[in-house]
């Protein structure tokens, strides 16, 4: 079959539709990995001090994990319509919902980091004279990194693909193609853009993995990358 | 706000929710599909994560269906659902996709309920000469119990969320109050709409909650102590929301 057929005949597979609407496929790529970088981003400077509090004041730990937990129930769509009247029509929706969905598995995993640093480590720390902060940035941080990572890569994993639901309002990145793809029934496009969000989700997963082992290398003989 | 007070009247006017567009209606499509998609999804995959759970096999598998279903945006998989053949036979690529989402909490979180039952006990029914099948009945689904019930609520409402998002291609549901509400550009409906969907998960999630307590075959027997013993290795537990919350 030709090439230039496949538009025509609506097939799944386009050489052509990838070839016409390259700058609209990466101009949509470029938002979706903008959109998701801000969430994640953002999502872990608000995660790491609530986890710090919770950890510090039990009394805390409670309503933050239990709210959070809440959020994370909420469904997408509704979770970007609640945030409509907020923000009206803009990109700030899409990435206020995808930060309240990242801090359930942030916040729970830093925490679940910073409890498997061994007391010793800590007592050894104090013993050097090492004061709270430096104690929690030098020692209990890095030992806590393989747990931190493990939810970041869940988070943005999950926010690449939570992303698309965000053109409900026009800014969902590749899912916007899809949405408009959806409308026309234009097969190519819904296919290439469902492809390159997975593709997305798969080389944002690598690159955090690779990052991990690069922060981590005492941690490299044992741990087998299961999560 | 403005807003806020619009959209509650928007709840409280009597005609929204009568007829074929009305919440009762959509509500009611809703918890069909729901429980449809999530009676279809148990049936595939309890089985067979019991099954491989027994046997101490395919915990790889299960993981890596669970990670995978992460990466895949349900949207697309919807989209991609109507438009092919199947498109054409009305709920058909809604529910497809429903179970799909719902099979990777069941089957994790079963897989490793079982697998991870106490093995002591195990051994000690092994030992009295139980046959596999009474093994998997009488020992091991009943200490795996309360992990099955967390992928089971987990399941329920990845389903209930999914099933919002068939609106979008315009399928039924709750959801489609609040796409109809983008479409007029009518701000209030849609956030009442969302309002719904979102009290709809909770409450699907607290239902669950709560059967699972009150249907724990260990719950007069143990206490918290086995319960405790029985959490997922330290690794795998803060990471996945689907084995903690």
Redesign the interface.
């Known amino acids: 079959m030709a090439d230039g057929n496949c538009l025509i005949s609506n097939e799944w597979i386009c050489g052509e539709y990838v070839r016409t609407r390259g700058q609209e496929l990466t101009d949509a790529t470029l938002e979706h990995v903008w959109i998701t970088l801000a969430s994640v981003a953002i999502g872990l400077l608000v995660a790491f001090p609530l986890a710090l509090l919770a950890r510090r004041w039990r009394a805390v730990s409670g309503p933050v994990l239990g709210l959070t ?2 959020l ?8 970007f ?2 945030l ?2 907020v923000f009206g029509v803009s990109v700030a929706v899409v990435i206020t919902g995808l930060v309240l969905y990242s801090l ?2 942030l916040v ?2 830093i ?3 910073l409890a ?1 640093v061994p007391e010793e480590a800590r007592e050894a720390a104090r013993g050097m004279g090492y004061g709270p902060l430096r104690l929690l940035f030098g020692v209990e941080l890095p030992l806590a990194l ?2 931190l990572m ?2 970041l890569r ?1 988070t943005t ?2 926010t ?3 992303t ?2 965000g ?3 026009g800014y969902g990145g590749l ?1 916007n193609l ?2 408009e ?2 409308r026309s ?1 234009f ?1 190519a496009e ?2 290439t ?2 492809v390159l ?2 593709a997305l ?2 080389v944002a ?1 690598l690159l955090l993995l690779a990052l991990q082992r690069l922060l981590t290398p005492w941690a490299r003989k044992s ?1 087998k990358g ?2 | 706000m403005d807003v806020v007070a619009k959209a509650w009247t928007w709840l409280a006017t009597g005609s929204h929710w009568a007829g074929p567009d009305g919440v009762w209606h959509r509500l009611g499509q809703h918890l069909f599909l729901t429980f449809a998609c999530l009676a279809i999804a148990c049936a595939v995959a309890l089985p067979i994560a019991v099954a491989l759970g027994h046997i101490g096999k395919g915990g790889a598998l299960a993981v890596n269906i669970s990670n995978a279903g992460r990466a895949v945006p349900t949207f697309a998989v919807l989209v991609l659902l109507l438009l092919s053949p199947l498109g054409t036979h009305g709920e058909w690529p809604t529910i497809i996709a429903l179970v799909l989402f719902a099979i990777p909490p069941l089957l994790t979180n079963a897989y490793v309920g079982v697998n991870e039952a106490d093995q002591e006990v195990v051994e000690a029914a092994r030992g009295m000469g139980m046959t596999g099948g009474q093994l998997i009945r009488r020992v091991e689904l009943p200490l795996a119990f309360p992990l099955i019930m967390t992928g089971v609520r987990t399941a329920a409402v990845q389903v209930v969320a999914t099933a919002t998002l068939a609106a979008l291609p315009g399928g039924g549901g709750l959801g489609r109050i609040i796409t109809a509400g983008f479409r007029l550009t009518d701000t209030p409906q849609v956030v009442a709409g969302a309002v719904l969907v979102a009290a709809l998960a909770l409450v699907v999630e607290g239902v669950f909650v709560v059967l699972g307590l009150l249907l724990d075959p260990m719950r007069r027997r143990t206490g918290r102590r086995l319960a405790a013993s029985r959490r997922p290795p330290a690794d795998q537990a803060p990471a996945s929301p689907a084995l903690t919350t």
């Open positions: 937990t809440v994370y129930t909420v469904p997408s769509l509704a979770m319509s609640l409509l009247p359930t598995i729970r995993n925490m679940a980091g498997s393989p747990a493990a939810g869940i994993v999950s690449v693909s939570l698309t639901v053109a409900i309002i899912g899809i949405y793809g959806m029934f097969k819904v296919l853009a469902s969000c997975v989700a798969v997963d741990r299961t999560t």
